[in-house]
């Protein structure tokens, strides 16, 4: 089973969109995120081609354990610590806003809503032994945000009292006021296989209820001549073979149907507007550099790639052992994750000039969401 921070939202991991939220967000500098051990050792491209600096520590056994952790990664020129649960991914950039005000001007804050419901407290048989003020009740969320030696000074309390569910209780146990922002309902923490519906409800989906507006698919296509004397590139992977494709470029279809794709999907023209080969800065140059590029003009047109599945017709060579390679280095100049990418490889049936052996064509299609959606709420750790 995935671990609860990798089940995909939307297509994305959880994990990925609380991260987003906090490497998008204008007033935090640095990201730390505690992992599981196996993924520090091999962590997803997209807490490698991040913006900011993303900094990966081991997770310790408690909560607060890792956040002892990550914060002795914190660099000195922190004032404020914001403290994330990555299961929140649906964080709005106004709950973190709040958040960071508060916890300058007080010490420490976190997000809570108040209780809508009566709270009862129950005795150990199941009956009920107090109704609780309801006017006084707040249902903690994150972000927790803290000034350094605020959150330095309840750290080291913590190593010698017992396991706290949060942060601001050890800021709480050590004397200090926290003080209570205003959440948001929809920053709920993703727990269960309803609490994954919810949230891409929230966030415009499943099929059906989707949010089209917020959805753009693109197209691309390309084919090159086979000819001699070339190296043979596809998806950045150098295939062995006799022959090669011909291009001003590496010739690379593979990058050049995918940037096609997403340059498509938004609106952004094609990848002859964008790197004219009358350019003699683009000759023999490295397509994964331009589709980096191509995904830098995506991004900044306030789109995220969802998705993108890519057919290659070629007679010869077989694609299916170069596959995961050209996944993995479309996914990094894209900045996702190669469970996002897909790669396939199809004969022509010896019909055609393909299916002579003369040229490769390829196919791609990209599904991209706009990052008003994708980064309309999220989180991790600062
Ligand atoms: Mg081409």
Not at 11 to 20: D, N, T
Not at 311 to 338: C, F, Q, S, Y
Request: proline share 7%; with cysteine; charged share 25%.
């Amino acid at each position: 089973m995935r671990p609860k921070q990798l089940v995909l939202l939307l297509g994305r991991p959880i994990l990925q969109w609380s991260v987003e939220a906090f490497v998008s967000h204008p007033q935090v500098g640095d990201v730390v995120v505690a992992l599981p051990p196996d993924l520090v050792a091999d962590p997803p491209d997209y807490l490698r081609a991040a913006l900011k600096p993303i900094r990966l520590v081991e997770g310790g056994d408690r909560r607060q354990d890792s956040v002892v952790r990550a914060f002795a990664l914190l660099p000195a020129r922190s004032d404020v610590v914001v403290i994330h649960d990555a299961a929140r991914p649906l964080v709005t950039a106004d709950v973190i806003d709040r958040t960071i005000a508060a916890a300058r001007a007080h010490g420490a804050a976190i997000a809570a809503m108040p209780a809508t419901d009566t709270v009862k407290r129950s005795g150990p048989d199941g009956r009920v032994v107090d109704t609780l003020p309801r006017a006084e009740i707040f249902l903690a969320q994150t972000p927790q945000a803290f000034r350094v030696d605020v959150l330095r000074e309840a750290l080291a309390l913590g190593e010698r009292t017992p396991d706290a569910t949060d942060e601001a209780a050890l800021v709480e146990r050590s004397g200090r006021p926290v003080r209570l922002v205003q959440g948001d309902p929809r920053n709920l923490k993703i727990t269960t296989a309803d609490d994954l519906a919810l949230a891409e409800r929230l966030l415009g989906g499943p099929p059906g209820q989707m949010n089209a507006s917020a959805l753009r698919i693109g197209h691309g296509y390309d084919l090159h001549r086979l000819v001699a004397g070339r190296r043979l590139v596809l998806g950045g992977v150098v295939i062995p073979f006799d022959r090669g494709l011909q291009g001003h470029s590496d010739a690379d279809a593979v990058c050049h149907a995918v940037t096609d794709a997403i340059l498509g999907a938004a609106g952004e023209g094609d990848i002859g507007r964008h790197f004219p080969d009358t350019d003699p800065s683009w000759k023999d140059a490295d397509s994964i550099a331009l589709l980096r590029h191509a995904a830098g003009i995506v991004a900044a047109a306030g789109y995220g790639v969802v998705n993108i599945d890519v057919t290659v017709i070629a007679e010869r060579p077989k694609m299916a052992p170069h596959a995961d390679a050209m996944r993995r280095n479309l996914a990094r100049a894209i900045g996702v994750d190669p469970s996002q990418i897909s790669v396939k490889g199809k004969t022509n049936e010896g019909v055609g000039s393909i299916g002579a052996g003369e040229s490769i064509a390829v196919h791609a299609v990209a599904l991209l969401m706009g990052s008003g959606v994708m980064f309309r709420g999220q989180g991790a750790e600062k």
